[in-house]
C-alpha cells in the first residue's frame, strides 16, 4: 500500500506498507475446501484458512474460509474471477475498497496525525496513530492549494463555453495564453512542478479541463505531471446516468490524482454549507478517502461507517443483501408503509410562536431505541414492542446502526453546544460546518436503513424508525396542548406552538385584527424537558419567531402546506422553507430581490409593524421591474438553471428547457439525462421555438431578454412574501405595472468575449464538435 | 380489461386451468393491472402470494377496488400476503427460498410476481450475474408451476441504455404459457393533477382537534401521489385509521 504523508513542515512524503486485505467465503465445509482447491489450482498468491466469524442477523458466530491476498493488486480481480466460478456461495468483505480497509486494520483515517518509524527504503516499520476521530479539535495538516479554471463565470465549458486557462497559487494569478499549445503545457508543467500542491482545486476539471490538458499533453508529447506518484496516470472514471428514488441522476466523469488531491467545485457534494472544513471531517469519520468522499453522496459515507463497525465486531460484511422483507399481509403494509406524521400548518400569519425540533429524530430514535436491522423483529424480546406496528426490539443486543450513530450524533451535539457558547469568528464557521456535515451523514444514515444499496439496510428496520418518529410527534403535540399551547403546526420532527389564540387576520387596508395580547413566551424549558423525558428523544428549542407566515399552496390559496413559510426569530434572523429563494431553478435575479423584500420585513418588530412595510416592499419590487424592463440587468443574473429528466430529444412538449437543450445538441454538445442546462428566456411566446429561450453559453447579452416574463417571475416572488399580509397578485401587479422606469432599454454590457478561437485548450473540444456534426 | 383476461386467467381457481405461469410486460401500469385480478382472488377467500420487485404494491387501491366491489378492504387485505425486494439477489432469495418454505407443499397457491425484474434492471449488477439469477429463478418459478401452483408475472422493457438486458424478459417469456404485451395509452393531464395531489387527510377520532392530519411520506415520496385514491378510501368509510 503506498501511503501519502505530509509532515508537520508540508512535505510530502511517499511511504509503502505491507498490508495484505482478506474477503471471506461462507458454505458448507465441502464446498468451502473446493474453494480451497480451486484457488491452488488457479496459482494466485494467496492464503486461504479455516476461521469464525459472525453474522449479523443471527448473531452466531459461523465457519468462513478467509482468502487473504498478498498481491494489492489482484486482490479485485481474485474476488471477482472466485465469484464468478462458484457464483452460489456466499461472499463477505470483498468489496470493500483497499484504502478503507487498510485504514481498518491500521486503526488509521484520512489526515490523522500519525508518528511513523521508517527504515531506509521508507517502509513503514509501525504506524501509530496520535488522533482521533471523535476529537472536537484536531489539526489539518498545512496545504499547498493551486486553483485551475477557465476565466470568467464558472459556465459549464461541456456546454461550449471558451474562456483562456487561469492558474491559482498563493497569491498570484496567472492567465495561460493559450496560442501555443507547447508554451501552455510547458508553463503549467512549470508552475506544478514549482509550486508542488497537495491540493488542486477546479472548475470542471473532471469534465473538462484535466481531460483536455492531458489529451494536449500527449499529443505534443509534453507530460504534466498532475500526479505526485509518477508511476501512474490520473485514474479516469467516464460520466453516467442512473435512477435513484425514482429520477434521474447524472454524474460526470471523475479525475482522481495519486500523490495529491484534485477537486472539482463543480463536481463535488461540498455544499455552501460545509464546505472543504465538512468535506475533511467526513473522511476521517468515515475513513474514505478525501478524493473519494468529495465525489460521492454522504449516504456512501454512512454506509462505510457501518462496514467499520462491523469489521471492529468481526461482523461480516455480505457482499450481496440478500435478505428479503419477511412477509406480511396488504393489511400489515397499510400500518407500517408510512412516513412521518405532519399536521397541516394553521395559515397565515403568526406571532410569538416557537419552533420545536426533535434533535436528528431519527438517528437517535436508532442510537436510543436500539433499531437496526439485526434487532428488528427479533424472538427474544417480545415485550420490547414498536408502537402502531408492533415488530418487536431487541433488548439483548445492541444494533450494528445505533452504535455507528450514537457517537456522531453526541459530536455534533457537542459542536452545537460550542456554537451556542462562542462569539462569532473562524473558529465558530469551523465548527459550524462540521456540524453541518454530520447533519448530512445523519440525514442520509436514516434514508439508508430502506435504500437498496445500504449494506445493513432493511425495510422493517426504517418503518419500525417512522412509527417511532410518529409517536414521538404525537406525544410532543398532546404534551404541548395540555400545557395550554396552540400547535399551529407539526411536521415529522418539528413543531409549532404559541399561546391558544386565533390567528390573525389582516385586511386589506394593512390594518390587523390583533386578538389577545402580545405573550411573552417565558419559558419553553419545561416543555423541552417533559417531551424528552415521555419519548426518551432530545428536543430543543430552534427558536422564537417574532412572526411566521405559513403559505399556501401554489395550486390552491385556501390549503395550507408543509415546509411553506417564512419566519423571523427574536434575533432578526430569517428562516425560509419552500419559497422561489430556496429554489435552484430561480433565476439569481428573482432570489435577490425577494431577499430584499424579506430583509425589509424582518425589521418588523410585530404583525402589526409588518403591515406598515407592504409600501417598501412594493418599491423595491417596483425599481426590480423596472429594471428588467429598462435593460438594465445583468444577463447572468437572468440565468435559469434546470435538471434534464431525460434525453433531450425525448421531451414531446418544447418546454423552454427542451429548446435550450436541443439547441445545445444542435451545436454539437453532448448532454445526458440528469444533467443541468442553463438557459436564458428570450421571448417565451416566439414564433419560432428557437427564439424562446437561448442556452446561457450562447447568450452573448446584446440580444433582448423576455423582460414580462422576467417581471412575472419577480411579481410570484413579491405574490409570495406579501401574500400572508393579505395583497394579492393581482393588487401587486397593478402597482407594479409597465411605464414607472425608464421606457428606454439603456445600452447593456456587451459580451466581452468576442473571440472566436481560445487555443489548443478547445482544439479538441472543437474537432469533436465537428466530428457530431 | 378486456384485451388482458386471457393472462389474468392464470388466477382462476380451477384444477382444469391449462395456464400455469402468465407473463404481462410491456410500459402500462401492469401492476393496476394485475392488482384487478389480485383482488378478484382475494375476495373468493383464496390467499394470494405477492412477491414485489418494485415496491409498486398498491394497499390504497386494493382497498378501493375491494370497496366497490362490495368488500371489506381489510377482508381482502388480509388475504394477501406480501414480500418486497430492493436488489435482485432479495428477489432470488425471495423465489428460490422463501415462497417455497410459505406456501403449502399440497395446495395449489396463487402467486403473483409484480416488477418481477426490476431489480435485475440495475447497472450495478452484472450481466451475466443477473442472466444466471433470471435463469435460477425461471426454473424454480417452473418447478412450482408444476406443483399445480399458478402465477402471474409482471415485468416491464429495460429502459433504453439497457437494452441488452432484454434478454432477461426473453428468458421470462420462454418460461410461461401465456405472454401478452399491454402498452399504456398516451398520458394525460390528470395524471399530473393527482400527482400534485400529495395530502392524504384523515379522521382520527383523537387527532383531529381542529387540525387536519397528514401523513408524507418521507422515504417514497411517489407514494404520496396516491394521496386523491387514500381520501376517496376513507371518505367512503366515514373515518377510520391507517
Ligand atoms: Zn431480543
Known amino acids: ?129 496520535d488522533d482521533s476521530p471523535w476529537a472536537l479539535d484536531y489539526k489539518l495538516p498545512p496545504l499547498k492549494r493551486m486553483v485551475i479554471r477557465l476565466e470568467g463565470d464558472a459556465i459549464n465549458p461541456n456546454h461550449g463555453y471558451r474562456a483562456p486557462l487561469v492558474v491559482e497559487t498563493e497569491g498570484a494569478t496567472r492567465e495561460l495564453n493559450g496560442d501555443d499549445p507547447r508554451a501552455l503545457l510547458e508553463t503549467l508543467r512549470d508552475l506544478l512542478m514549482r509550486h508542488d500542491p497537495d491540493l488542486i482545486v477546479t472548475d470542471w476539471g473532471d469534465s ?41 441522476v447524472y454524474k460526470t466523469a471523475s479525475q482522481v490524482l495519486f500523490g495529491r488531491w484534485h477537486i472539482d467545485r463543480h463536481n463535488a457534494f461540498l455544499t455552501d454549507d460545509y464546505g472543504l472544513e465538512g468535506a475533511f471531517e467526513i473522511a476521517r469519520l468515515t475513513q474514505i478517502p478525501v478524493q473519494r468522499v468529495v465525489r460521492t453522496s454522504t449516504g456512501t459515507g454512512i454506509s462505510a461507517m457501518e462496514i467499520a463497525t462491523a469489521y471492529r465486531r468481526g461482523v461480516l460484511v455480505p457482499w450481496h443483501k440478500q435478505e428479503p422483507e419477511a412477509w406480511k399481509s396488504g393489511l400489515d403494509l397499510v400500518r407500517s408503509d408510512k412516513g412521518g406524521l405532519v399536521y397541516q400548518p394553521v395559515l397565515g400569519l403568526h406571532e410569538d410562536v416557537a419552533e420545536i425540533d426533535f434533535v436528528s429524530m431519527y438517528p437517535s430514535i436508532m442510537a436510543r431505541l436500539n433499531v437496526s436491522p439485526e434487532t428488528v423483529n427479533c424472538k427474544c424480546c417480545p415485550d420490547n414492542r414498536v ?70 439496510g432493511r425495510i422493517e428496520a426504517h418503518e419500525a424508525v417512522t412509527a417511532y418518529g410518529r409517536e414521538c410527534l404525537l406525544r410532543a403535540k398532546e404534551i404541548a396542548e395540555s400545557r395550554g399551547l396552540r400547535v399551529l403546526h407539526a411536521n415529522v420532527d418539528s413543531v409549532w406552538v404559541a399561546q391558544d389564540r386565533r390567528p390573525l387576520t389582516a385586511d386589506r387596508d394593512g390594518s390587523a ?25 432530545p428536543i430543543a428549542l430552534e427558536g422564537i419567531y417574532r412572526w411566521v407566515a405559513f403559505l399556501p399552496s401554489r395550486q390552491d390559496e385556501k390549503m395550507s402546506v408543509a415546509n411553506r413559510y417564512i419566519g423571523v426569530f427574536e434575533e432578526g434572523e430569517i428562516k425560509m422553507r419552500g419559497i422561489e429563494t430556496r429554489r435552484r431553478d430561480t433565476p439569481p435575479f428573482v432570489v435577490a430581490a425577494q431577499m430584499e423584500m424579506l430583509q425589509v420585513l424582518a425589521s418588523a418588530e410585530s404583525c402589526k409593524e409588518l403591515k406598515t412595510l407592504v409600501p417598501r416592499v412594493i418599491e423595491i419590487a417596483c425599481a426590480y421591474a423596472d429594471a428588467l424592463r429598462s435593460g438594465q ?18 421531451y414531446s412538449k418544447d418546454t423552454l428547457l427542451a429548446i435550450a437543450a436541443k439547441e445545445l445538441l444542435g ?53 409570495t412574501v406579501l401574500i400572508p399580509l393579505g395583497v394579492d397578485g393581482s393588487q401587486i401587479a397593478e402597482w407594479v405595472k409597465e411605464g414607472t422606469g425608464e421606457a428606454e432599454r439603456a445600452q447593456r454590457d456587451l459580451a466581452k468575449k468576442t473571440v472566436e478561437s481560445w487555443g489548443p485548450l478547445f482544439e479538441f473540444a472543437e474537432r469533436a464538435k465537428v466530428a457530431t456534426r | 380489461m378486456q384485451s388482458h383476461t386471457r393472462c389474468l386467467r392464470v388466477l382462476d381457481d380451477s384444477a382444469y386451468n391449462p395456464i400455469q405461469i402468465a407473463l404481462l410486460f410491456g410500459n402500462a401500469d401492469l401492476t393496476r393491472l394485475a392488482l384487478f385480478g389480485i383482488v378478484r382472488v382475494a375476495a373468493e377467500q383464496r390467499a394470494v402470494w405477492v412477491l414485489d420487485g418494485g415496491n409498486s404494491f398498491d394497499a390504497y387501491f386494493v382497498a378501493r377496488l375491494a370497496r366497490g366491489w362490495g368488500m371489506a378492504p381489510e377482508v381482502v387485505l388480509s388475504r394477501i400476503q406480501l ?72 415485468a416491464r422493457e429495460p429502459r433504453a441504455g439497457l437494452r441488452e438486458r432484454m434478454v432477461l424478459l426473453d428468458l421470462l417469456k420462454a418460461s410461461a404459457q401465456q405472454v401478452e404485451r399491454v402498452d399504456a395509452p398516451a398520458p394525460t393531464s390528470t395524471a399530473r393533477t393527482v400527482a ?18 397528514t401523513f408524507v411520506y418521507a422515504s417514497d415520496f411517489e407514494r404520496a401521489n396516491r394521496a386523491g385514491e387514500i381520501q376517496a378510501c376513507f371518505a367512503a368509510r366515514g373515518s377510520g385509521s391507517v
Open chain 1, 1 to 129: 500500500m503506498i501511503v501519502w504523508v505530509i509532515d508537520t513542515e508540508g512535505r510530502a512524503h511517499c511511504l509503502r506498507d505491507t498490508f495484505t486485505p482478506a474477503f471471506f467465503v461462507g458454505g458448507d465445509p465441502a464446498e468451502l475446501l473446493a474453494v480451497a482447491h480451486f484457488l491452488i489450482d488457479q496459482g494466485w498468491s494467496v492464503k486461504a484458512s479455516r476461521t469464525k466469524r459472525t453474522e449479523l442477523f443471527s448473531g452466531h458466530s459461523i465457519g468462513v474460509l478467509q482468502v487473504e491476498v498478498t498481491n494489492l493488486n489482484l486482490f479485485t480481480i481474485i474476488f471477482e474471477r472466485l465469484t464468478s466460478a462458484k457464483p452460489r456461495l456466499s461472499y463477505y468483505n470483498g468489496d470493500i475498497s483497499l484504502p478503507q480497509m487498510y485504514f481498518f486494520a491500521r486503526n488509521a483515517f484520512p489526515l490523522a496525525f500519525c508518528h511513523f518509524v521508517l527504515n531506509g527504503d521508507n517502509r513503514i516499520l509501525t504506524l501509530e496513530v
Open chain 2, 83 to 154: 414480500s418486497r425486494a430492493f436488489t435482485c439477489y432479495q428477489m432470488s432469495e425471495l423465489i428460490t427460498r422463501r415462497l417455497g418454505a410459505a406456501i403449502h407443499p399440497s395446495a395449489s397457491a396463487t402467486i403473483a410476481c409484480l416488477d418481477l425484474l426490476e431489480t435485475f434492471y440495475d447497472d450495478d449488477v452484472a450481466l451475466a450475474d443477473a442472466i444466471r439469477l433470471v435463469r435460477t429463478v425461471a426454473a424454480r418459478l417452473g418447478d412450482l408451476a408444476k406443483r399445480g401452483n399458478h402465477i402471474l408475472i409482471t
Open chain 1, 387 to 456: 408502537p402502531e406496528i408492533g415488530y418487536s426490539i431487541c433488548k439483548k443486543r445492541r444494533g450494528l446502526v445505533p452504535e455507528t450513530v450514537e457517537p456522531l450524533i453526541r459530536k455534533r451535539v457537542e459542536y452545537k453546544k460550542r456554537i451556542r457558547e462562542m462569539p462569532d469568528g473562524p473558529e465558530r464557521e469551523v465548527y459550524r460546518r462540521r456540524q453541518s456535515a454530520h447533519k448530512w451523514l445523519l440525514v442520509t444514515c436514516f434514508g439508508y436503513l430502506g435504500y437498496k444499496n445500504a449494506r445493513f
Open chain 1, 667 to 719: 451545436s454539437g454538445v453532448e448532454l445526458s439525462p440528469g444533467e443541468s442546462i442553463q438557459y436564458i428566456i428570450t421571448e417565451e411566446h416566439a414564433h419560432a421555438k428557437i427564439d424562446r429561450a437561448r442556452p446561457f453559453v450562447h447568450y452573448r447579452g446584446q440580444e433582448p431578454y423576455d423582460a414580462e416574463k422576467y417581471v412575472e417571475l419577480l411579481l410570484r416572488a413579491v405574490e
Open chain 1, 513 to 537: 385584527a390583533v386578538s389577545g395580547q402580545r405573550s411573552v413566551v417565558s419559558d419553553y424549558d419545561a416543555l423541552l424537558e417533559e417531551i424528552t423525558q415521555v419519548t426518551r428523544i
Open chain 2, 196 to 213: 400534485t395531489q400529495r395530502q392524504l387527510v384523515f379522521a382520527r377520532g383523537d387527532l383531529v382537534n381542529g387540525t387536519n392530519v
Open chain 1, 208 to 248: 473538462f479541463i484535466l481531460p483536455r490538458l492531458l489529451q494536449m499533453s500527449k499529443k505534443y508529447n509534453i507530460p504534466l505531471p498532475f500526479n505526485r506518484d509518477p508511476s501512474r496516470p490520473p485514474q479516469f472514471r467516464p460520466p453516467h446516468s442512473y435512477f435513484s428514488y425514482g429520477r434521474i
Open chain 1, 633 to 650: 440587468v445583468p444577463y447572468q443574473n437572468l440565468v435559469i438553471t434546470k435538471r434534464l429528466s431525460r434525453d433531450p430529444m425525448a
